[in-house]
């Protein structure tokens, strides 16, 4: 049996190229929607972004259109996926590659707001052609497990990149499928392609689990976010919407302001 790492390429490409997910941006090269649909995609489960992104995509098919709108019109659509901070760094990105253009390489890509290492990656690999590799949880754990050893930082990046083939875009897409589908916390081993070749499923180390969203201020956050959607309201009139206490609506309002999502006063709005 081949034990080299090109050994694993045919077997998990061609089972990638049958059990693949259909998810709107595996349709495009467009670094633009690969762009959006990274940000929508931190922290927030794909079955959940798909209907979102092609609302949004259709609403704002180039950064220039993002850009010309204001923010009060975008946060809308951007209900449901949480973290809504990242869609005022979206429009910010917007702003800058409609005015200069897309960077030329990942350190230019990772110059744009809210963007870091993974998004970078995936923008470049996915959307401009540039080689990266392109390096979330999933192909952590299984990178993990291939080799029988816990990885993470220059290590796992190291050995993320020597495994890096000519069709980059293909191999990324298929690893983070992989971890997504079959080599999970609980791996499906005897669906994995690529089995013969693992280590030890047993070897990897989950990062932190997240808090739960019920009952957070991330939840308070989100439900006084939708209330704005109508316009303006007093902080009281928000507690009787969201049905949240006035201590819990004044540090959601709290972070929603230092996030520039809303402008407090008399009434609270979202910012424009």
Known sequence: MPTTPAARRPAL???????????????????WRILVSEVMLQQTQAARVAPIYERFVERYPTPEALADAPLDEVLPLWHGLGYPVRVRRLREAAGSIATHGWPADRDGLMALPGVGPYTSAAVASFGLGIPAAVVDTNVRRVLSRWVGAPLDGAGLSALADRLLPEDHA?????LMELGATVCRSTPRCDECPVEPWCADPTVYQ???????????????????????????????????????????????????????????????????
């Open 13 to 31: 490409l061609d089972w990638f190229g049958v059990a693949a997910r259909d998810l709107p941006w595996r349709h495009t090269t467009d670094p």
């Open 170 to 174: 293909a191999w990324n897409q298929a």
């Open 206 to 272: 989950p990062p932190p689990r997240q808090p739960r969203y019920k009952g957070s201020l991330r939840q308070v956050r989100g439900d006084v976010l939708r209330a704005l959607a109508d316009g303006p309201v007093t902080p009281a009139a928000l507690g009787t919407r969201t049905g949240h206490g006035r201590a819990r609506i004044a540090d959601a309002l709290q972070g929603l302001e230092r996030d520039g999502l809303v402008v407090s006063g008399e009434s609270v709005r979202l910012a424009e």
